[in-house]
């Protein structure tokens, strides 16, 4: 049975590699998808396998016999039914452990190690140069690379510099086979490989070293690349994994969505609950995320409660049907200490490879700043429309006349645009700042600073106003007060206190 399913999951590899090599090509000979639709018809013979022989037969009539070639778009509309059923698949089954890549001109040679690495499980794939390898792209999921020291030194430079600064970046073993010399040992070394087995390394001794190697990948990754608290991706893995995805978009147009989301109030859970149970909340919240989503999708922390996903999309509107899903499932948890939080979510759609990393990250942040305004708890899709709104804020002044006020120098906010109003005015703003009087707030043991604190719809934060320093002062500043203010209030004073806040805002 297990040999059964073993050769059933090589003919799927095999199958993956025969769409990627169809995809690669700018144009395909209508002939060699004839022969793809009969490999299809041939692992659709199996145990259910059906789905093959189904698109098999699809293929067959709805290829143009009077056409010797087919386009790249067609071909790949025609492959994507095939495409889809093959990552559900490796998803359910997980085709492949890791992905071992060789770049050799002996593939004879190499027949007895492919073979044993596929015993093992892994997956195997073979480049004839680097510069092979590398117009693959960043999209390529290796996990080992081995090369032939012949190759190492018919490429040139700036190919071989780039993909050792790749494999560096991504933490991936370079191993170089080469002769039994000491000065060659030595120079790949010296070049970053990190093993190098000559014709004295045994089939299985380069079993075992790979092993050792793959072991060591894995510890530094989970060290290095992934958030200790919440399983997440770090910041450090963000930029190759974007890199991989428009890489792909390039070669295959995949497009793919970033959505950007964080805890609504998550302070005020930290401030109520403490730090451990705020920490449970975020470690929960990642577990749900990744629950509702792909197993190729990529969660990463951003940054404190902020939290970004990668994933492959059609288009906007499936990307936020997508993220919609995971708001509902965070929606209807119950976290720890029975808490019940909801998350604003911003997204927007990598749809060009000139795009970079920074732009769309800003993007989906300009859509999560519209969401939380808009009432938080919802996914709002970025567009033109959303950069060039911006989120009311205020600031209000208690005790300084309105003339004072209308004259008062508020800096430019990239996300807020801040009025200054009398404390007595009734408006109320997403983001706001209150100048008052310590006596006002210090009543009945600091109620209405507390109230302030635990406005749910809002964020006010307070800075008070006083005659001299006190002990009552430094009670309300480690309550949450974020500065004070020596009456009487001076235009000067209160302006450099504003914008020491406006700048601290995110």
Known sequence: MRNKQMQLEKQINQ??????????????????????????????????????????????QELPSEEKTIGHEVVKLQLRPVIDYLSAYGRKKMVRKELIVSI?????????????????????????????????GYDLPT????????????????QLDKLIKKLEATFTPLII?????????????????????????????????????LHKLRIVSSTILVDELTGAFNRKYLQNAFQRRVSRLARDGQLFALAIFDLD??????????????????????????????????????????????????????????????RERIERHTFPNGLKVTVSIGVTLVSQPSFDLEEMTSEADEALYQAKRKGRNRV?????????EKIEGLIKIDGMPLQNLSQLDVPEHPKYHFRVLPYE??????????????????????????????????????????????????????????????????????????????????
């Not at 892994?122 to 693959?136: A, H, I, N, P, Q």
């Not at 040992?185 to 093993?195: F, I, N």
């Not at 930290?270 to 629950?291: F, I, M, Y």
């Open 15 to 60: 199958t993956i590699l025969m769409v990627e090599r169809l995809l690669r090509m700018e144009s395909v000979p209508t002939a060699e998808l004839l022969v793809f639709a009969s490999w299809l018809e041939r692992l659709g013979q199996q145990e259910s396998m059906e789905f093959f022989a189904r698109q098999a037969t699809r293929l067959e």
């Open 425 to 506: 005015d009734p408006a109320e703003a997403v983001m706001q700042l209150n100048f008052v009087p310590l006596s006002m707030i210090a009543e009945a043991d600091f109620r209405l600073l507390d109230q302030w604190k635990h406005e749910r719809e809002h964020t006010i934060e307070t800075i008070v106003t006083v005659m001299e320093e006190s002990t009552l002062l430094g009670e309300a500043l480690q309550r949450g007060v974020v500065d004070y203010c020596l009456l009487p209030l001076e235009s000067n004073q209160i302006e450099e206190q504003i914008r020491q806040w406006v700048l601290r805002l995110s």
């Open 143 to 158: 996990d080992a690379l081995l090369i032939d020291y012949e190759l190492v030194r018919a490429s040139k430079k700036v």
């Open 265 to 326: 109030h998550f302070k005020r859970i930290n401030d109520l609950h403490g730090h451990p149970t705020g920490d449970l909340v975020l470690s929960e919240l990642a577990s749900l995320t990744k629950q509702a989503i792909r197993q190729e999708d990529e969660m990463i922390r951003f940054g404190g409660e902020e939290f970004m996903l990668l994933f492959s999309t059609e288009h906007v509107e499936a990307a936020c049907v997508t993220m919609g899903k995971v």
């Open 177 to 213: 086979i080469g002769e039994e010399n000491q000065q060659t040992r030595q120079y790949c070394y010296q070049l970053g490989a990190d093993d190098y087995w000559d014709e004295t390394v045994t089939l299985i001794e380069r079993q075992i070293r790979l092993k050792r190697l």
């Open 380 to 388: 709002v899709a970025y567009s033109v429309a959303t950069e060039k």
């Open 104 to 136: 050799t001109k002996r593939f004879l040679d190499n027949v007895q190690w492919k073979k044993a690495l596929e015993n093992e499980r892994y997956m195997t794939r073979f480049f004839g140069s680097v510069e092979d390898m590398l117009e693959v």
